[in-house]
């Protein structure tokens, strides 16, 4: 058999005053952030929840609970390089990652590459198989009425050695 897995991910966090917006663990300088248990990376959360799924080991929610207090404030990249020690201990490794940040504003486009940076050295995977790309949705909806922002991600995981 084939030891190619596909995972799908998706997430949504509310735009507010007083935080900090951080996305693929870059912080965006912009006048408000998402709103989160965890510092609220929709990217990142996106990510995970497409990692879990292509093992259907479930979502961040069951693995990350948002009333333990041991992950109020925590770094969504910490909590991906929990889950990539995971996919690794069930015999796989990431093929490669593409998602696309939904936001109205502000402009993401002088921060991708730092984001893939940060995604790629969490993921142990090169650059070249980290894709981040950015959208508006042309003021439509929630995104594009600026009360949130949401996040998609789609990775694939070979597998490289038989677990007992
Ligand atoms: N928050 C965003 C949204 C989009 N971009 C970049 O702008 C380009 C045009 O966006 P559309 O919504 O018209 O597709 C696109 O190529 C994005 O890279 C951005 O930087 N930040
Ligand atoms: C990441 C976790 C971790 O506590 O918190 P939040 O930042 O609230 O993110 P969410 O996407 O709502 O769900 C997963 C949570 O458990």
């Known amino acids: 058999m084939l030891g190619i897995k596909v995972g799908l991910g998706y997430d949504v966090h509310a735009l507010v005053e007083g935080r900090q917006l951080i996305l693929g663990g870059v912080e965006v300088p912009y006048e408000r952030g998402l709103l989160g248990h965890s510092d609220a990376d929709v990217l990142v959360h996106a990510i995970m929840d497409a990692l879990l799924g292509a093992l259907a080991l479930g979502d961040i929610g069951g693995h990350f609970p948002d009333n333990d207090p041991s992950y109020r404030g ?23 990652m593409d998602s696309v940040i939904m936001a ?16 790629s050295r969490a993921m142990d995977i090169q650059e070249s198989c980290v894709s981040v790309k950015a959208t508006t949705t042309e003021r439509l909806g929630f995104v594009g009425r600026e009360e949130g922002i949401a996040a998609q991600a789609i990775v694939s ?3 490289v050695e038989e677990v007992k």
């Open 74 to 96: 925590i770094s969504s990249l910490t909590l991906l390089e929990h889950v990539m020690g995971l996919i690794k201990s069930k015999g796989y490794i990431v093929g490669n």
């Open 157 to 159: 995981l070979i597998k």
């Open 104 to 119: 109205e504003r502000p402009k993401l486009a002088p921060f991708i590459e730092k984001m893939r940076y940060n995604l």
